[in-house]
């Protein structure tokens, strides 16, 4: 059993910097592949970005790419999202997960098999 717990969530102003942190326990989170998802208010989840379980491999939603950067320490079964350049569109509740099963490129973020309770970002314009 795997198990997630996000933290960094917080409110911030247009064009600021926030790090997500996702605590893993259970199970050695490099041998998942792993990812980050969110749902602004009032719509759809949608994927953020991914990395494989090797960590050579990292993927990113078209709105993500060039701000956000996913990475992972090992040593700490912790997973990250930096997100930079925010804007209010980037508002919403994001989520870490884990997939026991290998893929290549953005999982949807129903097919994970693992996530976590999610943490809150605001961007204030």
């Known amino acids: 059993q795997v198990q997630l717990v996000e933290s960094g969530g917080t409110s911030v102003q247009t064009g600021g910097s926030l790090r997500l942190s996702c605590a893993v326990s259970?199970?050695?989170?490099?041998?998942?592949?792993s990812g980050w998802f969110r749902q602004p208010p009032g719509k759809e989840r949608e994927a953020v970005a991914a990395?494989?379980?090797?960590?050579?491999?990292?993927f990113y939603a078209d709105f993500a790419q060039g701000r956000f950067t996913i990475s992972r320490d090992n040593a700490k079964n912790t997973l990250y999202l930096q997100m930079n350049t925010l804007t209010p569109d980037d508002t919403a509740m994001y989520y870490c997960?884990?997939?026991?099963?290998?893929?290549?490129?953005?999982?949807?973020?129903?097919?994970?098999?693992?996530r976590g309770q999610g943490t809150q970002v605001t961007v204030i314009s």
């Open positions: 997960a884990a997939s026991s099963i290998q893929h290549y490129g953005l999982l949807s973020p129903n097919r994970f098999n693992y």
């Open positions: 259970g199970r050695a989170l490099k041998n998942y592949y």
């Open positions: 990395m494989s379980a090797g960590g050579g491999s990292t």
